[in-house]
Every structure is written in structure tokens, then in C-alpha cells.
């Protein structure tokens, strides 16, 4: 049998982090993740997953990620149950999260999102870099990190069938 669940979304609000009696640490979180497809009114629609994670995981989503963070999911899906105290039974569907990957720089979650995908780079902590000059060896089949090399500036892409991996 198999138990396996694998999310990309963002956090709808900041990780709440808790700690069990025994001092292990339990950080919850919900996950907007896309639909493929859209309504009838041309709207894309999202799911908000219930997440949770455990241990010296769970600290780090709590210190690393907040509302709006990319992050991926790893993990399985579990339903529980609880009374609650009117008496009635409450079911609770959520994804146990056997790892967390933080998909975006530290701080990208907070800044616009224009059309360059969260607007800075990775490991540039939201700053732009600037390639160096050197003289007059300019751009000799490098591309500087500010430039998107998938930019369509009008030119027909050349690429023949040999090219293509399928």
C-alpha cells in the first residue's frame, strides 16, 4: 500500500508553532495550492491543505517560513478524530509532512510579485546583482543574472527537431 503526498503551495497565514508535553516541537500550516484548470469564469481556483510537521523540521518552517512563503511538501495523508466540547466528533484530514523545502530566497514571499516571478533572485537575498565589466569582453556567450535568457524579444527561436529531447 501506498501513502505518499507531494504539494507546492503558499502559506496562507505564519506557521503556528507548539510545543507537545513532552517538549517536541509541532509547527501547522496551511497550503494554497493551485488547480490546473480554471471555473467557468476564467478564475484559477486553489485547495487549502492542512499541514503538520514535527521536530527540528517544525522549528525551521516556523523560523524560515510565513505568510505567502513557496514551499514544497513531502509527507502522507492522515485522518484523525477528537471530540470536541459540545460532544461531537470532529474529523481532521491533514498532510503529515515528512519534509519541507523552502522554494523561494529568504524575504521573497514579502515582495511583489510582478512578471520576473517574486522579482529578485536566489541567494541574492532580494537583491539584484550586477555582472562586472571587463573591458571590452562583453556578454561572450554569458548571460548576466539580471537578464531572463527565456525572454521573447521577437526574434524567431532556432531550434531544430535534433534539438528537442523528445
Known sequence: MMNRVVLV?????DPDLRYTPNGVPV????LA????????????????????????????????LKKGSLAGVDG?????????????????TEVVADSVQFLEPRGAASQDRGGDFGGSQ?????????????????????????????SNDGQPIDISDDDLPF
Open 9 to 13: 503551495g503558499r502559506l496562507t497565514k
Open 27 to 30: 509547527a501547522n500550516f496551511t
Open 33 to 64: 495550492v493551485n488547480r490546473t484548470f480554471t471555473n467557468q469564469q476564467g478564475e484559477r481556483e486553489a485547495d487549502f491543505i492542512n499541514c503538520v510537521v514535527w521536530r527540528r523540521p517544525a522549528e525551521n518552517v516556523a523560523n524560515f
Open 76 to 92: 502522507r495523508l492522515q485522518t484523525r478524530s477528537y471530540d470536541d466540547q459540545d460532544g461531537k466528533r470532529v474529523y481532521v
Open 122 to 150: 536566489f541567494g541574492g537575498g532580494g537583491q539584484r546583482s550586477q555582472s562586472p565589466s571587463y573591458g571590452d569582453q562583453r556578454n561572450q556567450g554569458y548571460t548576466r543574472t539580471d537578464e531572463d535568457p527565456f
